[in-house]
């Protein structure tokens, strides 16, 4: 080999051994890379080891299958014994997702709470939108409208009444009263031995509408019963005025005061024990409506200063100055004297209209379910009695838009009543706490890490039947598990991708070990070109030194 050829050869052979030298530097490099990346792969599966899941376990069996989830909390069933598990803020406002958030706009209630009971109407309408969101169907819905709205439940109250209502106008109420044969039955007592002190204690009847001549009730000297109907009552087609008469000094003696009390108050209670019958749907407060109603007219109707004696009121009294009595234009008693006829005495008498008292009875009634404070369009109180002209009343019976609720004696089922409860406490909190809404609280992942973070809470009913905040750690139906699923999952990701990482590792071993050899074999290919090229060098000098 000629020197020319031996120092290309050489350079040649250096330039291919520090490529060589070069790949086998950066492969190092990459598998310096893969040891790392092991290391991250290693470290992310120790982490999730500890990775946990919340699950609801109702029954306290330790079951871990239940995973927590918003629509677990907040649809009715077994699992939540038929009561919202509320998700709140820090706030104590519940959280809702679009659906529920819909049906909570609909019925008016304010994301910042009412401050004060609901109406019947707002719960309807809350009902009526979630079946148009469609948390529930409509069939559903026409059930729990069907039952008495519970007021009181989530707030120490309890469970819906198994009995279903029906809601109408008047009219609608008095074909209902009349179809259950609502009778009424009147005791009237005369007292013969009164003499000239009192004439008696009459009922007197006419058609509503007809003149008032037309009698159609009368009760002079005997003691008579009369079978009347409260929807002929309430609709005046029947008008009925007790009166008592006398040429007394006073308007009512003690004995005819006797009378006329004993038989206000037999009506009373017939028709509070009727109304509270149909009426009453199962709940406390109604019960309190019943009482108020029954207490308000008794204070009305049976004003006596002395009961012992019989001693009438008479400030309780209204005095009209006329030669007939038009209870039926009167509130409570009316009173006046005339004379029976010329030269005769000056006699006093004193009545009631049926009518107007048992009006006045569902009013207070309806009143106090409503709130008694409650104020029209206008600012003026929505409905009002009081003693005086009928005009001045603002009575519920002459409202002919307004809508009675009355039991219709049907049984429903548990699961029904399940439902009604549910949705009756969900709209009391809505309304009590307010509501914020937040679609992404459906997604379990999402709802988990709030509850973690501390950012949202568990809301439910204690033994009292009231609802109380606290965190999901303290709850005793959540428990926090190992997510064997999460675990498994990393797990089989660790193997797959430590398989691939050794793969290339081995890979890269294979072509470093070629790369050192091939090292080898150029620094050894080295080694003799120059060693070629100094011997070459050598014979030169020596030759041309000769």
């Not at 918003?70 to 699992?79: K, R, T």
């Not at 398989?499 to 074999?521: G, P, R, V």
Request: proline content about 1%; overall charge negative.
């Amino acid at each position: 080999m000629g020197l020319s050829a031996g120092q290309a050869r050489l350079l040649t052979i250096t330039g291919r051994k520090s490529d060589c030298e070069f790949q086998s530097m950066r492969l190092s490099h990459q598998k310096i890379a893969l040891t790392r990346q092991l290391a991250d792969l290693s470290n992310e599966y120790q982490n999730s080891l500890d990775q946990t899941k919340l699950i609801y376990d109702f029954y306290g069996t330790g079951d871990t299958s239940t995973q927590l989830s918003y629509n677990l909390l907040m649809s009715p069933s077994a699992l939540n014994n038929y009561m919202p598990t509320l998700i709140t803020d820090s706030l104590g406002r519940v959280t809702l997702n679009s659906n529920l958030a819909k049906a909570a706009r609909a019925a008016g209630i304010p994301q910042e709470g009412l401050g004060s009971l609901p109406s019947d109407t707002m719960r309807n309408n809350f009902i009526e939108g979630l079946a148009s969101s469609g948390v529930i169907t409509t069939d559903m819905a026409n059930k729990i409208l069907g039952l008495p709205y519970n007021q009181s439940i989530g707030f120490g109250g309890g469970t819906t009444v198994a009995t279903t209502t029906q809601s109408g106008t008047l009219d609608d109420f008095c074909d209902y009263l009349e179809k259950m044969g609502d009778g009424l039955t009147i005791h009237i007592k005369t007292n013969q031995d009164m003499g000239d002190a009192c004439r008696g204690v009459y009922l007197h009847g006419r058609k509503g509408g007809e003149d008032k001549n037309t009698i159609e009730i009368d009760s002079y000297g005997t003691d008579k019963t009369y079978d009347v109907k409260l929807s002929d009552l309430l609709q005046n087609d029947i008008i009925l005025n007790l009166e008592a008469e006398s040429k007394c000094a006073s308007v009512l003696r003690e004995e005819a005061g006797r009378l006329v009390f004993s038989t206000v108050e037999d009506i009373l209670d017939q028709v509070g024990e009727y109304f509270a019958s149909v009426l009453d749907l199962g709940d406390s407060y109604t019960a309190k409506a019943l009482e108020y109603a029954t207490s308000k007219i008794k204070d009305m109707y049976i004003p006596l200063k002395n009961s012992e004696k019989f001693e009438i009121d008479h400030d309780n009294m209204t005095w009209v100055d006329s030669t007939t009595l038009r209870t039926e234009n009167h509130m409570g008693w009316v009173s006046h004297a005339y004379k029976r006829h010329s030269g005769g005495h000056n006699w006093n008498s004193s009545a009631i209209n049926i009518n107007s008292m048992l009006k006045a009875y569902l009013t207070y009634f309806e009143d106090y379910k409503n709130g008694v404070s409650t104020l029209d369009l206008y600012g003026q109180q929505y409905l009002d009695v009081k003693r005086g002209l009928l005009a001045e009343n603002k009575l519920v019976t002459d409202k002919k838009d307004y809508m009675y609720t009355w039991k219709t004696g049907s049984e429903v089922s548990s699961d029904d009543m399940g439902q009604a409860a549910f949705y009756d406490a969900l709209f009391n909190q809505l309304c009590a706490r307010g509501w914020t809404e937040n679609d992404d609280i459906t997604k379990n992942q999402y709802l988990q890490e709030m509850l973690q973070s501390g950012r949202l809470y568990v809301s439910r009913t204690k033994d009292d039947g009231y609802y109380y905040q606290s965190n999901y750690a303290t709850d005793s139906y959540i428990k926090e598990v190992a997510d064997e699923t999460l675990i498994a999952h990393a797990e089989a990701k660790y193997n797959t991708e430590k398989a691939k990482l050794n793969q290339k590792e081995e890979m890269l071993d294979l072509k470093m070990k070629n790369l050192d050899t091939e090292i080898s074999s150029l620094t050894t290919e080295y080694d003799t070109v120059k060693n070629t090229i100094s011997k070459n060098i050598e014979k030169s000098f020596k030759r041309y030194n000769a």
